[in-house]
């Protein structure tokens, strides 16, 4: 029997000018983390996700660890993090020597529960020790609740950082996420909704903020003819290169978001029927890009839990993922506190991404859909 290829979960896909975009750039000779597609990126982009300035740097982990630095943060100050991430929201926090404060999540959206980050303020502003700053997630695609974050965080006067890496295309209350908060933070990785290979993007309504970034981003260089450095810098910066593919992805951003709500579209579609399938919410405050299509399972009701399910797909080379291990189930965050923890922890027992690609096909679909078919036992 032939071999059908493997299908990814969230693989790359070019398509629009990328590559006439990057032959520009290397014909211009601007081989470097500087230049003018630097510079257009970071303008056409600011632009797309509403926001006044943009810094566009190697990674989104880059950009998070910078908000951080930019807010003064540093050891023995405690950050509430959202506990259903990727690991770097929560890296960035350790890599200024501060402590995160782990957030649990809300059945509804899957996103940092609103109610619980009130309740955390109060409690840390009774006891005196109020957090420096709150990292909220825009989850697999699905903005945070922000208006309720932003008020609390405001009485007690927390500046948010909304770690946007997985949720670019997205609305809520019909505005791009990302600018919510002090800082918005994006990841151009391979797996996300556009790629440079590897970036980030760090957004601010904050002019000044954002040019201490690209001081910061670049080895903290004094004005001086010679190398004069005052305080600790990082080399953060974007390549031109990167930015030339990321300026082409940009340009068809929107037919992505569409072309991964189909994906959902489809998926329920096909599988709504049966029992013990959940698909994750979309929360009437927002529109999702639904970078990647995600459900739970109850083994009870379908015949088969989540592991079977994802190793039979495995098995006819089809790569699906468990939703992110909390990090407060995360050896190497055993010690931090958390709030809750236990709405995040059964996302994580029974939760599984379906392959999401942009460029995913009909026929492709179909054989993801026939194989969970095929697990369930009534
Ligand atoms: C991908 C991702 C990041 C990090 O982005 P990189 O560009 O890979 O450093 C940060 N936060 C979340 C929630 C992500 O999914």
Redesign the pocket.
């Known amino acids: 029997m032939t071999r059908r290829p493997r299908i990814y979960l969230s693989p790359p896909h070019m398509g629009g000018r990328e590559y006439e975009l990057l032959t520009e750039a290397f014909e211009s000779n601007w081989i470097a983390p500087l230049g003018p597609h630097v510079d257009a990126f970071e303008r056409e982009f600011a632009q797309v996700v509403e926001v006044q300035h943009a810094a566009a740097l190697s990674?989104?982990?880059?950009a998070?660890h910078l908000a951080l630095r930019l807010l003064d943060i540093g050891p023995g100050d405690e950050v509430l993090c959202s506990t259903l991430?990727?690991v770097?929201?929560a890296n960035a926090i350790a890599y200024v020597g501060a402590r995160p404060v782990f957030i649990d999540a809300d059945p509804g959206t899957w996103n940092i529960d609103p109610r619980l980050v009130r309740e955390e303020l109060e409690s840390s502003a009774r006891s005196g020790r109020l957090p420096r700053a709150a990292i909220t997630?825009d989850?697999y695609g699905q903005s945070a609740d922000h208006e309720p974050i932003l008020e609390a965080c405001k009485e007690y006067g927390v500046p948010v950082i909304e770690?946007a890496?997985?949720a670019l295309g997205a609305t809520y209350h019909g505005h791009p996420v990302g600018g919510f908060g002090r800082f918005g933070?994006f990841?151009?990785?391979g797996n996300?909704i556009m790629t440079t290979s590897?970036?980030?993007m760090l957004v601010s309504q904050d002019g000044e903020a954002i040019e201490r970034a690209r001081f910061l981003a670049t080895q903290a260089r004094d004005p001086a003819p010679h190398y004069e450095h005052s305080v600790v810098g990082y080399n953060y910066r974007l390549s031109n290169l990167l930015a030339a593919i990321g300026r082409g992805q940009l340009e068809v951003l929107a037919e992505r978001v569409e072309a991964r709500r189909a994906n959902f579209d489809a998926f329920l579609q096909a599988l709504g029927d049966l029992p013990g399938l959940e698909f994750m919410p979309e929360a009437d405050y927002g529109r999702a890009s639904r970078w990647l299509t995600c459900l739970t399972v109850n083994p009870g009701t379908f015949g088969a839990d989540r592991e079977e399910i994802r190793l039979a797909l495995e098995a006819d080379d089809i790569e699906a993922r468990p939703v992110w291990k909390p990090m407060h189930l995360q050896p190497v965050f055993a010690s931090c506190r958390v709030r809750g923890g236990e709405v995040a922890a059964d996302l994580f027992a029974r939760g599984l991404c379906l392959p999401s690609g942009s460029a995913l096909s009909a026929s492709e679909i179909e054989r993801v859909v026939s194989i969970v078919r095929r697990c369930h036992r009534p």
């Open positions: 990674s989104g982990t880059a998070l991430t990727f770097a929201s997630v989850l770690d890496a997985e933070v990841s151009f990785n996300k590897g970036g980030g």
